[in-house]
């Protein structure tokens, strides 16, 4: 009978550190028992992405992550017998199956056994149409943009069922990041009550974020010290049946983890701790307890679970024309004021040339980070090094353009002495939020099995 299963999580975004693992997946080699290893990599703006990656591409969607992640870990995990868990699989968690199975094969270690876990595309059960007609959260106005893609956050079941057919890796797409932990959690266990289903969903809800519960977001010198950030250790849980759970880190790994750490991570993204809402279950931490239980030990009880929802929340990608960015330095005496004249002039040009989106402009070394607008007095020294940097979103591919072409032409028809030119063009997607009713996804999520 299982008594406790291991969850660790080596990744809190796409992109998080690539070594994180190695430190959680020597803790598991000394251990019994179920072990579970979690990459966290999908956010709104990384689905969206993928979303545009899937267009230009029917054989891509997946995280462009995936073998920066799973190359080191695949023989380890494997070794270990470590489940893998992960929503690298973004847009296209097939397309990320048979890629982490020719991985395999490239790095030379054993094929894995990979399930994925697929069914959340909302457009295959709803027209465009219908999906603009349910309530809608954030962003509201977005939606009546082309629609790109939509997606509903799945909660654990199919995460337990996809655990359950044996395999070595599981691949998500869009599902909440804190099903990650809880279908293994429900797999293991058998739970199905909602306190537990509660406490498997925090425990997912803490390590969701990688390194941030262990010290690493948490840290401001001088207030909140930290040791040894450039090695901090990533968090691992270790659950028991009853629905109790300890978050620590592997030992003679930088960080820290505190109730401080803990609570901050707690009241992330939780907008009512009375009912934090999720597919599974909701989720009441009132009045739950921090206690320690040792050096970066700390234990967590007295979590409470309601019914779940009745509606399921989906990210609805949308086309949001075309980005364009462009940055020229300006630098010495008077520097200031010159970066603000080129700044005018472009301003101007877009203008008068019909022009009549926003156009974003930053003086970085000026206040930038906190500034509000053109309409300022810059809070700087006249000489200096400053960015110029301007920005512009338009339908207009054109519009777009014409903001890098008026910069560049500042080389020689602008104040004098810019330099270091950049620019990028890019197609956006933009999202937004409704709540689609439980039952238009009712049978609609299936497991996909992948042999090696």
């Not at 949001?320 to 630098?331: F, I, K, L, P, R």
């Amino acid at each position: 009978m299982t008594t406790k299963v291991l969850i660790g999580c080596a990744a809190g975004f796409a992109g998080d550190r690539f070594d994180a693992a190695d430190p959680i997946l020597d803790r598991f080699a000394g251990e019994t028992g179920p072990r579970y290893l979690m990459f966290e990599c999908l956010g709104e703006r990384t689905l969206a992405l993928a979303q545009a990656e899937l267009r230009r591409d029917p054989t891509l969607g997946y995280s462009p992550f995936l073998e920066r992640y799973l190359a080191p870990v695949l023989g380890p995990a494997m070794a270990t017998g470590t489940c893998i868990v992960s929503n690298l699989g973004a847009a296209n968690p097939t397309a990320g199956a048979r890629r982490t199975q020719a991985l395999a094969r490239e790095i030379g270690v054993p094929v894995p056994r990979v399930a994925s876990v697929l069914g959340d595309d909302l457009r295959a059960q709803m027209s465009d149409d219908d999906i603009r007609a349910l309530p809608r959260l954030d962003g509201a106005a977005l939606i009546d943009r082309p629609i790109v893609a939509a997606n509903v956050y799945l909660g654990a079941e199919p995460v337990r069922d996809a655990v359950a057919t044996g395999a070595d890796i599981v691949l998500v797409g869009r599902t909440t990041d804190s099903a990650l932990a809880l279908g293994p959690l429900m797999h293991e266990f058998g739970w199905s009550d909602l306190d537990r289903l509660a406490a498997g969903t925090i425990v997912g809800h803490l390590l969701e974020c990688g390194g941030q519960i262990t010290g690493a977001y948490f840290a401001d010198p001088g207030f909140k010290d930290v040791p040894d950030l450039a090695h901090v250790g990533f968090p691992v849980a270790e659950v028991a049946g009853n629905g109790t759970f300890v978050v620590t880190k592997p030992e003679a790994t930088g960080g820290c983890v505190t109730r401080a750490t803990v609570t901050e991570q707690l009241l992330y993204e939780m907008h009512d701790p009375a009912a934090y809402l999720v597919p599974d279950v909701t989720c009441d931490v009132t009045r739950l307890t921090l206690d320690e239980d040792g050096t970066d030990r700390i234990r967590v009880m007295g979590i409470r679970g309601g019914a779940p929802p009745d509606t399921l929340k989906a990210t609805v990608s949308v086309d949001n024309g075309w980005m364009a960015e462009a940055e020229m330095s300006y630098a010495g005496p008077n520097a200031l004021a010159r970066a603000e004249l080129a700044a005018e002039i472009v301003e101007t040009r877009v203008r008068e040339a019909g022009v009549e989106e926003t156009l974003g402009v930053d003086l970085l070394g000026a206040g930038a980070t906190f500034g509000r607008g053109r309409k300022r007095t810059w809070p700087a020294a006249p000489d200096g090094d400053y960015r110029l940097r301007l920005a512009l979103i338009s339908e207009n591919k054109a519009h777009a353009a014409l903001v890098i072409e008026e910069l560049q032409t500042l080389y020689c028809s602008g104040p004098a002495a810019g330099g270091g030119f950049r620019s990028s063009l890019t197609p956006q997607i933009a999202t937004a939020s409704v709540l689609v009713p439980r039952q238009v996804m009712e049978g609609k999520v299936r497991i996909e099995v992948m042999e090696p």
